[in-house]
């Protein structure tokens, strides 16, 4: 399908543990995303990414299948925009211009 890419996730275990594949919906909760800062020998500040893994709890989604010992395939697009709002954010064009 033009336009589609397969996200792929495989658990990290034996493949005689594997239980198989699903195709799963993207579990869509935020991750817990923590920045650390950091400096630099001559001082300057770095600020330092560290992630940490959702936990199953979103049921038959791509987190839960790998959780549960599955591959899952997850179909998306690159398109991330919020279609429905862009008619009520055309008016900003009015006032900006």
């Known amino acids: 399908m033009k336009g589609v890419f ?5 658990p990290a275990q034996p493949k005689d543990r594997i239980r198989g594949v ?3 919906p993207q579990d869509m909760r935020p991750a817990a995303e923590i920045y650390e800062k950091r400096e630099t020998r001559d001082g300057q500040a770095l600020y330092w ?20 010992g599955y591959i899952s395939i997850t179909p998306m697009t ?20």
């Open 78 to 97: 690159g398109n991330q925009t919020a279609a429905s709002a862009v008619a009520g954010l055309r008016r900003l064009e009015e006032i900006v211009w």
């Open 49 to 68: 990414a560290t992630y940490k893994p959702l936990d199953s709890d979103g049921k038959k989604t791509d987190v839960w299948a790998v959780h549960g």
């Open 6 to 10: 397969l996200n792929v996730n495989i």
């Open 22 to 24: 699903l195709v799963t």
